[in-house]
Nanobody, 118 residues
Framework: QVQLVQSGGGLVQPGGSLRLSCAAS????????MGWYRQAPGNQREPVAT???????NYADSVKGRFTISRDNTKNTVYLQMNSLKPEDTAVYYC????????????WGQGTQVTVPS
């Protein structure tokens, strides 16, 4: 199986920064895409940023210019640097990893709360 462990998150004032990490371990042959999603109360889970195995990144319009996704393939880890945080960024953030090979499929992290008070 594949396990994802998230770290980071917490409470930050508007304009502040946070960095999220998500490390994958287990039966991993190769990781394809990695990404971050978020879910605010009463809302559906939505994509925030994704990064391909080759390093190409895509962002939701709402976070472009403020968030940066990156990955370290040697550590099977994906990061999300969040700058200029706004109250509307408040949500539970989840990482997702798409594994191909022996054990394949999409795997989700446990979620981490990010709170930006208004």
């Amino acid at each position: 199986q594949v396990q994802l462990v998230q770290s980071g998150g917490g409470l930050v004032q508007p304009g502040g920064s946070l960095r999220l990490s998500c490390a994958a371990s287990g039966s991993i042959s190769r990781i394809n895409s990695m990404g971050w999603y978020r879910q605010a109360p009463g809302n559906q889970r939505e994509p925030v940023a994704t990064i391909s195995s080759g390093g190409s990144a895509n962002y939701a319009d709402s976070v472009k210019g403020r968030f940066t996704i990156s990955r370290d393939n040697t550590k099977n880890t994906v990061y999300l640097q969040m700058n200029s945080l706004k109250p509307e960024d408040t949500a539970v953030y989840y990482c997702k990893v798409s594994v191909v090979g022996g054990v394949s499929g999409d795997f989700w992290g446990q979620g981490t709360q990010v709170t930006v008070p208004s």
